[in-house]
């Protein structure tokens, strides 16, 4: 059964660089039948898509991110990554990283998530 | 990017049904997209429910009842997610999600049911 795991830092100061990583277990990542996606949601919000990527490394960025966003791949280690530059305490949000399929596009299934807080 | 528009709130009793609607902007047409509904409890990652673009084209996620189910009115340009037979293990957040290009996902703001 495949498993995402998202971890990193769970605080960040404000302007600097928030980096997290999404760990694969249960299946390859190196699938041609998925994207791999993030998603987050500030405190008490709703859900916001940040972006996603394939395994061969092209992304896709919602583009109230794209200057900030950077999603990246490691095939070896069956593992991805976020990096969102410049945060505020807007940024500050639950982190998912998900599977999407490409058949019909749902996002299944979700890690459990992981809390970012930007604050000095 | 566009903005899918659901209800803050709803509420029914056990086992009545609940309507939730996510509205396209008027330059997008519903009858062009799949509809996804995500359930989400508190604490817990969101679930992916199912999708709906026609009664033809549909899906269903793992082990999620059939008493849940999608539709659309085309004349409000709405997805629905209708849950039959309500059950308090239901009480949670709806979320709806669109793709308007393969390249950019949109989901709604999210609608909060109680169940009575």
């Known amino acids: 059964q495949l498993q995402l795991q998202e971890s990193g830092p769970g605080l960040v100061k404000p302007s600097e660089t928030l980096s997290l990583t999404c760990i694969v277990s249960?299946?390859?990542?190196?699938?041609?039948?998925?994207?791999w996606g993030w998603i987050r949601q500030p405190p008490g919000k709703g859900l916001e898509w940040i972006g996603n990527?394939?395994?061969?490394?092209?992304?896709y960025y919602n583009p109230s991110f794209k200057s900030r966003v950077t999603i990246s791949v490691d095939t070896s280690k069956n593992q991805f990554s976020l990096k969102l530059s410049s945060v505020t305490a807007a940024d500050t949000a639950v982190y998912y990283c998900?599977?999407?399929?490409?058949?019909?596009?749902?996002?299944?299934?979700w890690g459990q998530g992981t809390l970012v807080t930007v604050s000095s | 990017q566009p903005v899918l528009t659901q209800s803050p709130s709803s509420s029914a009793s056990p086992g009545e049904s609940a309507r939730l609607t996510c509205t396209l902007p008027?330059?997008?047409?519903?009858?062009?997209?799949?509809i996804y509904w995500y359930q989400q409890k508190p604490g817990s990652p969101p679930r992916y429910l199912l999708y709906?673009?026609?009664?033809?084209?549909?899906?269903?996620g793992s082990g999620v009842p059939s008493r849940f189910s999608g539709s659309k009115d085309a004349s409000a340009n709405t997805g629905i997610l209708l849950i039959s037979g309500l059950q308090s293990e239901d009480e949670a957040d709806y979320y709806c999600?669109?793709?308007?290009?393969?390249?950019?996902?949109?989901f709604g703001g999210g609608t909060k049911l109680t169940v009575l």
């Open positions: 998900a599977r999407r399929l490409i058949l019909d596009n749902r996002f299944d299934p």
């Open positions: 249960g299946g390859s990542i190196s699938s041609n039948s998925y994207y």
């Open positions: 990527i394939y395994y061969s490394g092209s992304t």
């Open positions: 008027s330059d997008i047409n519903v009858g062009s997209y799949s």
């Open positions: 709906y673009y026609s009664d033809s084209d549909k899906g269903q």
């Open positions: 999600m669109i793709w308007p290009s393969i390249a950019v996902g949109v």
